[in-house]
């Protein structure tokens, strides 16, 4: 009965229809604050999880899950025995690659990049017709074909600076014929890297039919990968851990940066407890009169508190999947893909997170609506009466 008493009197003075009460006025003040703090907060985190995850899917898509290497960037041979367990073992998924330096030209525009052969091609492509290359086709990245001029059906010259055969009087140059095109948002990938087939790839480099630069992985289970010298086995986050580690870096400063909005309101919460407090003084003291104890006070303005911190997440809630779902659908909020490894704010909604912020705001709710109450002591019955 004490507890439905204290519930009423908080709705009361959050929802007091009654004109000019300062109470609704303020706990409607306080709600729109934590929201809108609440609602920074979630995009925020939504935000640096979006880019995180789109990063790790570009990259671990382009790289795979990691790959086997020389310690002296020396070919490996297919054939050495020391690799035999790993390429008959069925829980693996490998793919060898060849890789090296080339000139790439059309017409009057060359530039250099790296050539990668592979026998199947990443999973960049939106289609699958070009999943397997063949020999004197080529796929360019969208950056790389801009500054090439070069349109899908063109024919591009390539020149490799590996093959010891070739000399300077006498340069090897082989055509291919561009039959799509890649966008990463990486212009790391899509300016330097051309991909083709890995038999021309091991021609063009000089490489015998049993060698290869390396084995892409594309299993979940790296870390059970055991691998012995001269090679080694390097995941796609340990080669960018560099950019992953600034990436951990931002996190901080923006989740402080705008955890501060919500805090912020957290304190307007706190002054107008206060002030609705201060307000309240002659019915408060009539209900002290009444045989109140001060518990139960404390509990009504806590109830209050909790109930505007949970109300203000719950619309912060709302609007940031409002708004995030607007975005995922439209594509409305634009950024430049050379900066930013993409062309769209990428948003990735974590229902943990939005508990923890949820579970965190009604606790500090409740800790902002109970330090006012401690006034309640230094009420003086008698002088306020007499004005009532």
């Known amino acids: 009965m004490i507890i439905l008493l204290d519930l009423k009197l908080a709705f009361r003075f959050i929802f007091n229809l009654k004109k000019g009460s300062f109470s609704s006025y303020a706990s409607w003040l306080s709600i729109i604050g934590i929201a809108i703090g609440v609602t920074a907060l979630i995009l925020t985190a939504s935000i640096i999880d979006g880019f995180e995850n789109e990063v790790s899917k570009k990259l671990a898509g382009i790289e795979g899950q990691g790959r086997i290497k020389h310690f002296l960037d020396k070919p490996i041979n297919l054939n050495d025995s020391r690799l035999s367990s790993l390429l008959n073992h069925p829980a693996y998924k490998i793919d060898p690659y060849v890789r090296g330096i080339c000139m790439i030209r059309r017409g009057k525009n060359l530039d250099g990049v790296l050539i990668e052969g592979v026998d199947k091609y990443p999973a960049l492509l939106k289609e699958d017709r ?76 000089g490489y015998k039919p049993s060698e290869v630069t390396g084995l892409i992985m594309d299993d979940d289970g790296n870390s059970s990968i055991n691998i012995s010298y001269p090679f080694y086995y390097e995941t796609w986050k340990e080669r960018h851990s560099l950019l992953f580690e600034w990436m951990l870096a931002q996190q901080w400063p923006a989740y402080i940066m705008f955890g501060l909005i919500t805090f912020v309101g957290l304190i307007n ?17 009539i209900l002290i009169c009444q045989g109140m104890d001060f518990q139960n006070l404390r509990r009504v303005f806590i109830l209050q508190g909790g109930i505007i911190g949970i109300m203000g997440v719950l619309i912060g809630g709302f609007f940031s999947i409002l708004i995030i779902g607007i975005q995922m659908r439209y594509s ?22 939005y508990l923890l912020v949820l579970i965190f705001v009604g606790i500090s709710s409740i800790i902002a609506s109970w330090l006012p109450t401690h006034s309640f002591k230094s009420l003086k019955p008698a002088e306020i009466l007499r004005y009532e």
């Open 332 to 353: 409305l909020f634009k950024i430049p893909s050379d900066v930013y490894f993409m062309d769209q704010i990428p948003f990735a909604f974590s229902l943990d997170k």
């Open 130 to 205: 070009f999943k397997y290359l063949n020999n004197n086709q080529i796929i360019l990245g969208e950056a790389l074909a801009s500054s090439l001029d070069a349109k899908i059906g063109d024919k591009v010259f390539l020149q490799s600076f590996s093959n010891s055969e070739v000399s300077l009087s006498s340069p090897v140059i082989f055509s291919f014929e561009v039959v799509d095109f890649f966008s990463s948002g990486l212009q790391e990938y899509d300016k330097n890297i051309v991909y083709l087939n890995i038999k021309k790839a091991q021609f063009l480099l």
């Open 269 to 285: 919460l706190f002054a107008a407890i206060a002030m609705i407090i201060i307000e309240k003084n002659g019915p408060i003291t």
